[in-house]
């Protein structure tokens, strides 16, 4: 019900997305969260009614107390009004707590939706946009911009209705009891308006460069804290602590800035407030001494005032709440706007098992529309053989890969696995098909257990164990003292280089898939750590269709076939000594790489 409430919420024009939101556009969207509350959000606005109904009886009291009390002496009747006071008094408390209470309740849960919402948006979202966007910059929206709409969703909207209501009532109320005074108090409105227009905007754009700012410190600590280990190698501590504090000071400055107008605001309006006040006593004390007021409703004349410019005064910080929630609702609605470059189709089909058969029939593809890195690309990948990529750096080789898994879809062509065009299948049942093995070892901050099972999720500890077998991990691992409880740290930091590929490729052992991907899987290594790999990788491909990303020329001789790429074509392919006999870029590169080798004499001969 909630994620259909979530899916319901208002689109964004796209056509608008550079006009700046405006606060009313703010809290419907807002609002299409808060809905999928509306049970506590009913007791709440009840809540809300009750406290108005129960502000505006307290001051009649008084007036009672003043005209009729006092003057006939009515001794009998002060218990009766001091137990109104106090009955009015803790209802009123018990209304307050419930509405506060309630609110929060409705602000804590749509807060937890909007970032549930948020984070699986952004999960969603395709690679391209993770390639333009810092990780600090999303963080800072998923946390502290969200965690800026908290406050005004938990208390801020509680008080503006609140108060929209209790000045309403009153208003009304005075009116009736003197038009003429209720009128002067009500010539000082237009002013406040025109200064809540003015200040409102600027507030805004100060905000907003605070949250920027915020999210640029954010991303300065990820990215430093990440790498720590270089830094310290290169001792640039004093040079990363002083482009910190310049971040920081930046941010500094935008938080001074938007408490400049914030402060100067809100003495505007109490200036504004007490020169009401001042008319309406001079104004009515004048018809008090006329005998055209009675001194009791003169008196809950003025509590009645003070009681109505109390959500004014107010307002001057609300508004700060709103101006700080709006500028974090552009940039959180910026992201929640974004549309995945590549996702499902609607009539997206159900991969089903394959055996590995990949074509990528004349492809085209280029990352930002000017260079093209594939030109009009055909390769085909038979079930059970292993294909293997190599050339220079920049002909192409990685971002096959990425077509293969559809991180990217090409400008022309199609890719294709057993004859389905993958963008006709889900998204998550082709990458269930698929395990990758790359020199960018990710591992989580967790067991060796956990690194190993996120390939199978409920996967059994003797699949586990035989996972960890196959890839020649098993050893090692019970060399721990935890064994498989072992917790590997951020990023398997305190593993070894071996050891964090063994499981890896345990990872993708367990994860069974028909086809592999190795992306250098091996090209950081140490000759002792390579052969362990090769053992393992030889359990992992057996009878699977393999794509392997190779520099290292030495970890692809077996390759059933090689596929040379230069500029994003194909310039040679055969078999390792097809290769080397006909010279050409493959001879060329493996001379580089074994100059004492045959195929020197081959590259020299066809120079």
Known sequence: MRNNMIRRIVEFDPEKSKVKTSVWRLYARLLSYVSAHRKHLVLAVLSIFAVSALQFVIPQFTRIAIDIVIPGKAYSQLVWVGLGVIVTAIFLGLFNFLSSYMMSNVGQRTIYDIRNHLYRHMQALSVRFFDNRKTGDLMSRV?????????????????IFKDVLVFV???VYLCFTDWLLTAMVALSFPVMILAARKFAGRMRSAYKDVQEQTANVNDHLQETLSSIRLIKSFSKEDYETERFSKRNERSMLANITAVKYWSSFAPAIEILNYLGLAVILAFGSWRV?????????????????????QPIRRFSRIINVIQQAAAASERIFEILDTKAEVADKENAIELPPVTGHVMLDRVKFSYDGKR??????????MPGRTVALVGPSGSGKSTVTNLILRFYDPQEGRVTLDG?????????????????????????NGTIRDNIAYGKPGATEEEIIQAAKAANAHDFIRGFPRGYETVI???????????????SIARALIHNPRFIILDEATSSLDTESETLIQQSLEQLLNNRTTLVIAHRLSTIQRADRIVVLEDGKIADQGTHDELLARGGTYARLHALQFPQGPATHIADSSA
Do not use: C, H
């Not at 740290?489 to 590929?501: A, F, N």
């Open 372 to 381: 093209t890195v594939l030109d009009r690309l055909s390769l085909e990948l």
């Open 289 to 309: 001494i006329e005998n055209q007021l009675t001194i009791g409703e003169f008196v809950a004349f003025l509590v009645y005032l003070r009681m109505l410019q």
């Open 420 to 444: 389905y065009d993958i963008r006709e299948v889900t998204l998550s049942s082709l990458r269930r098909q698929i395990g990758i093995v790359s020199q960018e070892i990710i591992l989580l």
């Open 143 to 159: 946390t502290n911009d969200v965690g800026t709409l908290q406050q005004l969703i938990t208390s801020g909207i509680v008080e």
């Open 169 to 171: 009532v009153i208003f």
């Open 489 to 503: 740290g951020e990023r398997g930091i305190k593993l070894s280089g071996g050891q964090k590929q063994r499981i």
